[in-house]
């Protein structure tokens, strides 16, 4: 069962220092150019 914990807990490691790394502002600004891009779409078209 130790081999398992260890396991367990380097996963949830990564998924943490995995989802700090994240640089949010870059695909916050991605997200609404895209919204941009649609809405310009549909109000054109």
């Keep these: 069962m130790l ?8 996963k949830d490691n ?3 220092i ?3 790394s994240i640089d949010w502002k870059e695909i ?3 997200v ?3 919204r941009r891009r649609i809405y310009r779409a549909a109000a054109n078209g």
């Design 32 to 34: 609404n150019n895209l």
């Design 14 to 16: 990564f998924k943490k």
């Design 18 to 20: 995995y989802w700090y």
């Design 28 to 30: 916050i600004q991605k």
């Design 3 to 10: 081999n398992a914990n260890v396991t367990i807990e380097t």
